[in-house]
């Protein structure tokens, strides 16, 4: 797929969505960049082919919707619980209820993942570590980095090159960590220089 440009996502037909999109996020799903992160998601999915997403945090399913956006990749979502208000059925969406930390091999074979959990600092910490310790190569991406000081403590801490995506993200705070600077994907794109889309 061609990769979106970040200065059309406002402008995005996301269209394909509605029907899975439930509750409370129906307000927010659509919303532009700098106020929710669903766009920046769809145009992160764009800058892959034939990758595995791994989206923590499902909850209604909506980041994992937005990573589907690109056929060409396969998201795995987890939540602790089903929260789901309507059946997500779409070929390339997984959603797994269980502690994705259970699913390392995963978790480290993907190039992206979303965290967006519960935001109090301690599962944030817990994948982080885990991720640092297995030599992760891939791109995390946090939502919510300033929503709170635990939060905010935890972006601070982070030793790895991270790049603060809030005003293409979502207005509580969109971090991204890149683990491997060589990772050609994303070293040379507008992605990595926010301001410069
Ligand atoms: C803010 S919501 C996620 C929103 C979703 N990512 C989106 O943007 O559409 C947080 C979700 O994380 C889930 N959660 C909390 N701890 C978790 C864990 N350890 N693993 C997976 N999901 C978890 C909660 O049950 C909740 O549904």
Not at 119 to 142: A, I, P, R, S
């Amino acid at each position: 797929m061609e990769r979106t440009d970040l200065a059309d996502m406002g402008s995005l037909d996301l269209e394909q969505f509605r029907p899975y999109v439930s509750g409370f996020y129906t307000e927010f799903f659509w919303s532009q960049p700098g106020v929710e992160h669903y766009r920046l998601l769809v145009h992160f999915s764009t800058y892959f082919d034939g990758a595995t997403f791994i989206d923590l945090g499902t909850s209604h399913g909506c980041s994992a919707l937005a990573l589907s956006y690109n056929l060409a990749n396969r998201v795995i979502s987890y939540d602790v619980e089903d929260l789901k208000e309507c059946p997500i059925e779409l070929p390339n969406i997984e959603f797994r209820v269980k502690n994705a930390l259970e699913d390392s091999a995963e978790l480290l074979a993907s190039p992206l993942i979303l965290l967006d959990t519960y935001h109090d600092g301690v599962f944030e910490q817990e994948v982080y570590d885990f991720l640092t310790q297995n030599c992760y190569k891939g791109l995390l991406l946090l939502d919510d980095i300033f929503v709170n000081t635990a939060m905010r403590e935890f972006w601070d801490g982070i030793s790895h090159t991270k790049i603060d995506l809030t005003m293409c993200g979502h207005w509580s705070g969109t971090g991204l960590v890149v683990f491997d600077m060589e990772n050609d994907t994303l070293r040379n794109s507008s992605i990595l220089t926010p301001g410069g889309a």
